[in-house]
């Protein structure tokens, strides 16, 4: 089986700065401490897809956008 590591799964931290929006500003709309948000960000940790959906919405992004290809 194939792993990923140390890969960017995710484009969190593009998104937020393309949409000139901060991680604070993101935890207080998912209502998630700041330190996850941080961890989602650096790809130390990635959101589950109910989570990543949230994020889309909040960011007024499609959910694909979220997703490194």
Do not use: F, G, H
């Amino acid at each position: 089986m194939y792993l990923m590591e140390n890969k960017d799964l995710n484009r969190l931290k593009v998104v937020l700065a393309e949409k000139k929006r901060t991680n604070k500003w993101l935890a207080e709309q998912l209502d998630k401490d700041p330190a996850t948000i941080s961890k989602w960000c650096t790809n130390s940790a990635q959101p589950t897809l109910a989570n990543m959906i949230q994020i889309a919405r909040c960011l007024e992004v499609d959910v694909s956008e979220l997703i490194r290809k």
